[in-house]
């Protein structure tokens, strides 16, 4: 607020936020219309159109709006002032996301070690161990109290197998995309393109192995959504977790696009660090899955 | 620092720095002030909607034995109004405040992300238009509670549960990004020299209310959609057959819901204090500790949310601690109604309609804090539990609170959004008609939950007659009686008495040094704060 001559922008009316309020909530519609007509088994559904129709408004409003903050970027009408917004609502919004994680990890502290062991029938309310007499509670838990209801899995993943490798890949990837931050505050393009270029394929490295551990999970082990709770946590965890490297990954793909039109400069480049730290966002979500769900 | 007012849409042919023309200029605002004005009128919307559905409610409870409606329908009634009014009138209401003064009281020229800003108004129509076609499927709309228990919402749900999920994610987005707009704003757009210690009251606690909102939205976001993978996908997170539980459930829930509860009173609070001094004429006593109080209330809400579930089988200990930590919320919420008080000791009062019910919110809310503290007596709350005491409880807080904050907050503030005075004689009697209707609704429920008689349930014991038909004389008085608010605002809009620029001679702020009514574009560049 020193700067006494800068300028705060406000944009003119835009058609993007009813563009994208039209997208997403019919995406979430057609959705909730399929998901309906799927556990019916009702034979025909038009919830994947309604679906489809709502994420082509979604991929043009995200392609509108985005080039429209480019442009405005580019076209110098940021201040610096504008910038700190921008970090303040970048942070925030982690933040929140970091919130949501919160969620599936209480769910899975609460079950490990308060109501799982007083269903085995241990502890304060261990009595609730009438309800299915015999049940001891284990974890990984390889036997459910009801177990035709959801049949349990005949082992889990071992986490020094492919999740250690995916765990080395993520770390590398945070590191990567930081030499990337660096070479770019240093003017070095080359370098730049060449980290980002090198997280990216370690980014898609991790999802091919996650997808490698899906597939493993769900034929071998017998590990699936509908395998108790364990694999209700595994999967609600890790799958989220994977969404959120999915949308990282694009937007670092985004960035890489971006920087190959010369877009960037030494010292005006937030949409670049915003994505190194989503990118850094689910890499320590990471570290969390490999200690609390894989290893512990 | 100024601000560049864009203007492409229409420029070329004149410079003018009015709103657009036509019905587009609201759809495509990114003005704060164009779309503080639409957050406040589908708050307007939801409340009569959700109203609607009370008075169905209290019809029904009229008399005892079935009268009007199906049970089905009577729990599709409660359910819907709890929602609407939580989601779709008190937190909306909140937000189109926060857009229209918060720039205007921190010397802003707009919110920090404005067409993020009008995204997330836009979003809620959407998600109403979604949740709200489900009462006119073939198997009802949600008719779990508002607090959608498990297995209530899960195993045992109608099919518009996904629907009503998806409506949730989608009001939670919106007040995420409505949150992190109003952060922004506060902490990066304040005149120079207004410091953070300097910032009105309303400021303030919006403040720590969005930080509150960031912090729980995505909770009931992984809520619901544990409940939609339960539902949809086989998993059991809140099913004990397969090692879950459906305590689980509750806990989330509580997580988001105890912190909910103060973010739907904290920007009450702000309000309050700006509205009690301009009337007392004299300034704010304890403005520090008005802001630790705040910031110590929206700390204790995240360690407090079991004395919700008292009776649904948590280990002694666990009782103990959050009895203890939730009737330590007593004492910040005490120093603020001394604050109050002390406020109005000795002024130079006058009691104009923002007096009237900012006064009516001392006094009522402390009496809804009373009852909060009998709840929080763990072995006591056994008793209370589910009984229309609870219900009481909750509405004096949040009726006499939060709305009649909202109240208190648009008589206050209509002449500057309007630039005309409101009819004060109506506005008078609207506030009369509000007050003795709601203590007459709500009041007798202390009675009938204390002995016995359960909520959510569409008939009752004989010996709770007098005080049912009591309670919807009560309710249909105080739902009439926002009609009139409606036509007093539309009349204020329309003309009257025009408004001087600061109409209430013991106002201070920012916000009373722009004309009224407002212009389209204030504080392009940002005023001078001592």
């Known amino acids: 607020m020193s700067q006494t001559h800068e300028q705060y922008y406000v944009p003119a009316q835009s058609k993007w936020p009813i563009i994208a309020t039209i997208g997403l909530s019919t995406t979430l519609y057609g959705l909730g219309a399929w998901f309906n007509d799927l556990s019916a088994e009702r034979a025909e559904s038009n919830g994947p159109l309604i679906m489809f129709v709502g994420a082509l408004f979604l991929a043009y409003m995200l392609h509108g709006w985005f080039a429209d903050v480019i442009r405005e970027s580019r076209g110098g009408l940021y201040s610096a002032q504008m910038d700190r917004s921008f970090r303040w609502g970048m942070s925030w919004f982690i933040f929140s996301e970091v919130m949501f994680f919160v969620a599936f990890f209480g769910a899975l502290f609460y079950v490990r070690t308060i109501s799982g062991p007083w269903l085995g029938g241990e502890g304060d309310k261990g009595v609730t161990n009438m309800l299915w007499e015999g049940f001891e509670f284990t974890w990984p838990l390889l036997s459910n109290p009801d177990n035709k209801l959801f049949p349990p899995p005949s082992a889990v993943i071992d986490a020094w197998q492919l999740p250690l490798i995916n765990t080395i890949l993520l770390v590398t990837s945070s590191f990567t995309v930081t030499f990337a931050h660096h070479a770019l505050k240093k003017n070095k393009r080359g370098a730049l393109k060449a980290w980002l270029a090198v997280t990216l394929v370690l980014a898609v490295a991790f999802l091919a192995l996650q997808v490698e551990e899906y597939i493993f999970a769900y034929q071998e082990l017998g590990l699936t959504l509908g395998s108790g709770i364990y694999g209700a946590t595994f999967f609600m965890l890790t799958g989220f977790h994977g969404a959120h490297v999915t949308m990282g990954a694009i937007i670092l793909a985004v960035m890489l696009v971006r920087i190959m039109k010369g877009h960037f400069d030494a010292e005006q480049h937030f949409g670049f660090e915003a994505a190194s730290w989503y990118w850094h966002f689910v890499d320590v979500v990471w570290i969390g899955l490999f200690i609390f769900v894989y290893v512990l | ?530």
């Open chain 2, 1 to 530: 620092m100024s601000a560049v007012i864009d203007h492409t849409a229409h420029a070329g042919h004149d410079h003018h720095h009015g709103p657009a023309k036509g019905l587009m200029r609201w759809v495509l605002t990114t003005n704060h002030k164009d779309i503080g004005s639409m957050y406040l009128w589908f708050s307007f919307i939801m409340f009569l909607v959700g109203g609607s559905m009370a008075m169905v409610i209290r019809a029904e409870l009229f008399q005892p034995g079935m009268q009007i409606v199906e049970p089905e329908f009577f729990n599709q009634m409660t359910t819907m109004h709890g929602l609407i009014m939580v989601f779709g009138a008190v937190m909306p209401a909140f937000v189109g405040l926060a857009n229209w003064m918060i720039p205007l009281m921190i010397g802003a020229p707009d919110m920090a992300l404005p067409r993020m800003n009008n995204f997330s108004f836009w979003l809620l129509p959407a998600a109403f238009g979604i949740l709200l076609s489900t009462l006119f499927t073939e198997a009802g709309g949600p008719n779990f509670g508002w607090t959608f228990y498990a297995p209530l919402s899960t195993t045992y749900a109608p099919e518009s549960v996904t629907f009503f999920i998806f409506g949730v994610h989608l009001m939670g987005v919106s007040s995420i990004m409505g949150a992190i707009n109003v952060v922004a704003t506060i902490l990066n757009l304040r005149a120079p020299g207004m410091t953070l210690m300097k910032m009105p009251l309303f400021v303030w606690t919006w403040l720590i209310t969005a930080f509150l909102l960031i912090a729980v939205m995505p909770v009931l976001a992984g809520c619901v959609t544990m409940m939609l993978m339960d539902i949809h996908f086989g998993t059991s997170f809140f099913s004990a057959a397969g090692g879950g539980d459906p305590v689980l459930f509750q806990h989330v829930f509580w997580f988001f819901g105890h912190p909910e509860v103060y973010i739907m009173i904290l920007p009450a609070f702000g309000a309050v204090s700006a509205i009690i001094p301009a009337f007392a004429r004299k300034p704010l006593f304890g403005y520090t500790s008005m802001v630790y109080a705040t910031a110590s209330i929206a700390f204790l809400s995240f360690i407090v949310w079991a004395h919700h579930m008292f009776t649904v089988g948590i280990p002694l200990t666990g009782e103990l601690f959050f009895m203890y930590a939730t009737m330590l919320i007593a004492v910040p919420t005490g120093v603020k109604v001394f604050n109050w008080v002390s406020t109005m000791w000795r002024g130079s009062m006058t009691f104009e309609a923002p007096m009237l019910f900012a006064v009516a919110f001392v006094i009522l809310f402390t009496i809804g804090g009373f009852s909060g503290l009998m709840l929080a007596i763990a072995p006591a709350d056994f008793q209370y539990h589910d009984t229309y005491f609870v219900v009481a409880h909750f509405h004096y807080v949040l009726v006499p609170g939060a709305i009649f904050g909202i109240f208190a907050s648009a008589y206050f503030w209509l002449p500057k959004w309007t630039g005309h005075m409101y009819d004060e004689v109506l506005a008078k009697t609207h506030f009369w008609m509000s007050f003795i209707g709601m203590n007459l609704a709500f009041f007798p429920m202390h009675f009938v939950g204390l002995a016995g008689m359960p909520r959510r349930i569409p008939d009752y014991n004989l010996q709770f007659a007098d005080f049912n038909m009591i309670s919807s004389i009560g309710a249909f008085t105080f739902g009439a009686s926002q009609l009139l608010f409606l036509f007093i605002v539309i009349k204020c809009i329309r003309g009257g008495k025009p408004a001087p620029a600061k109409p209430w001679d013991g106002a201070e702020g920012l916000e009373w040094s722009v004309p009224s009514p407002a212009p389209y574009h204030t504080f392009s560049t940002p005023p001078e704060v001592k």
